[in-house]
């Protein structure tokens, strides 16, 4: 079974503050994604790396950064959170080619 | 910029009744996937439409593509509360793109005794 794990369930920073979340997967998928969600907006692209090294900006990636010097894990960097970066984050993952992506349990921020 | 629109956004069915959820999208794509939310957890994956008249069965779940319509369906055969949960299409931009998925809004079924 393709396992994506993330390294938090719930967190809570202060604003102003750096915020690292990361996803890792066990399967060697080539591609990565940053989701987050809100309610009424449904899962929005933030930034997606389809190889080592390698990142694309999705629909959303303002006050966010990535890092992906691994192929098992892609990391969400929020420079300096700010309030309207609270949020449900979600990986994803998937194989090149016609397959779906899996997703991680989620990571939901708080910034106060 | 790919638009893809679920309706309804909601929706309160009794049990053993017949439902469909409809997703319209607005480019050229032979890829759709549905996944299923649970309050609280993270998406699964539920079917992968791959070709213009795919259709998929999983129980009480069946979902089909159009490519020409632009249109995918979810129908729902005589729904039980367990099948209550947020559901998602998802339209994929090919490999141009990415492989990235653009997501709809997402339809929250509440099944009612």
């Known amino acids: 079974d393709v396992k994506v794990t993330q390294s938090s369930r719930y967190l809570v920073k202060r604003t102003g503050e750096k915020v690292f979340l990361e996803c890792v997967q066990d399967m060697d998928h080539e591609n990565m994604f940053w989701y987050r969600q809100d309610p009424g907006l449904g899962l929005r692209l933030i930034y997606f790396s389809y190889d080592v090294k390698m990142k694309e900006k999705g629909d959303i990636p303002e006050g966010y950064s990535v890092s992906r010097e691994k192929k098992e894990r892609f990391s969400l960097i929020l420079e300096s959170a700010s309030t309207n970066q609270t949020s449900m984050y979600l990986c994803?993952?998937?194989?090149?080619?016609?397959?779906?992506?899996?997703f991680g349990p989620g990571t939901r921020l708080t910034v106060t | 910029e790919l638009k893809v629109e679920q309706n309804p956004l909601f929706l309160s069915m009794q049990e053993g009744k017949n439902y469909t959820i409809y997703c319209n999208y607005s480019?050229?794509?032979?890829?759709l996937y549905w996944y299923r939310q649970d309050p609280g957890k993270s998406l699964e994956s539920l079917f992968v439409l791959l070709s213009n008249g795919a259709v998929k069965q999983e129980g009480r779940l069946m979902a089909s593509l159009d490519t020409k319509a632009r249109l995918s369906t979810l129908h729902i055969t005589a729904a039980v509360h367990d099948l209550s949960a947020t559901y998602f299409c998802?339209?994929?931009?090919?490999?141009?793109?990415?492989?990235?998925?653009?997501f709809g809004t997402g339809t929250r079924l509440a099944v009612r005794p």
């Open positions: 480019t050229t794509s032979d890829r």
């Open positions: 998802a339209v994929d931009e090919g490999k141009s793109s990415g492989d990235k998925l653009t």
């Open positions: 994803a993952s998937k194989t090149t080619g016609f397959h779906e992506q899996y």
